[in-house]
């Protein structure tokens, strides 16, 4: 898939759900992986055109973890004329070492978000861009019904009131497969984590649960995916 026709499905998703507004400061949470990076050449594309005429820029949370270089995410962000900042935190140390968390994925989450949240405000932006996909959703929604029995996504679209940030997430309408295939096409630079939880979380049983499943019902995801928007979930009526 090309960048037009990519940062169409990008810009789709945004107007549906009025993410994009005159006047807004846009930061990309740039983690170095695939769906964040697709996520920062998307909407630096759209920028240029899109009727809110809106400021963009990236803010990459560095959580301690060794042998992750973001240099190369910073020589595309100068080569794309994007403002690019690495704020080096302890996450890592506080997760693993001091806290010694059995499941550390939900603190570190909240570690990080609170920090990009504190990032944000900082440099006077109001959106905060995520690049949660198509897939993840879906895992997400099954993830709340068969761990805690609820019917129940994050937003496409939240405004944190204690944080005074509103969270975008743009690229709803787009696949993982996709994405990967756009990042390779694109050759954008990406970052690999060394965090010793990766891939081992709950997440990744619903990722195996899902393949098994779309073995059988190739249109599961759809269908799912659908659903939460025909209820629709909180926050998933389109405007």
Request: net charge negative.
């Amino acid at each position: 898939m090309d960048l037009n026709r990519f940062t169409g499905f990008v810009r789709r998703c945004a107007d549906d759900y009025g993410m994009l507004q005159p006047g807004d400061r846009v930061a990309v949470g740039v983690s170095g992986g695939k769906d964040s990076m697709a996520l920062l050449a998307s909407l630096a594309h759209l920028r240029r055109y899109h009727p809110s005429h809106f400021e963009l820029e990236a803010i990459t949370i560095a959580m301690g973890f060794p042998d992750m270089d973001f240099t190369p995410v910073a020589e595309w962000c100068a080569a794309h004329e994007l403002p690019y900042t690495i704020i080096n935190s302890d996450i890592r140390e506080i997760v693993f070492d001091v806290r010694q968390e059995e499941n550390p994925c939900s603190l570190c989450s909240k570690l990080r978000r609170g920090a990009l949240n504190d990032a944000i405000k900082a440099r006077g932006c109001n959106k905060l861009a995520l690049g949660h996909h198509f897939d993840d959703a879906v895992e997400t929604f099954l993830m709340n019904l068969l761990f805690t029995g609820q019917l129940s996504c994050f937003k496409p679209s939240t405004y944190m009131s204690r944080a005074d940030v509103t969270q975008i997430r743009p690229m709803l309408y787009i696949g993982e497969g996709t994405i990967a295939s756009f990042v390779c096409e694109m050759g954008l630079p990406i970052v690999s984590t060394t965090c010793p939880e990766d891939k081992q979380s709950k997440r990744e049983e619903i990722k195996s649960l899902i393949k098994r499943l779309s073995a059988e019902y190739p249109d599961l995801k759809d269908k799912v995916f659908g659903a939460m928007q025909r209820l629709p979930l909180d926050g998933w009526g389109k405007v």
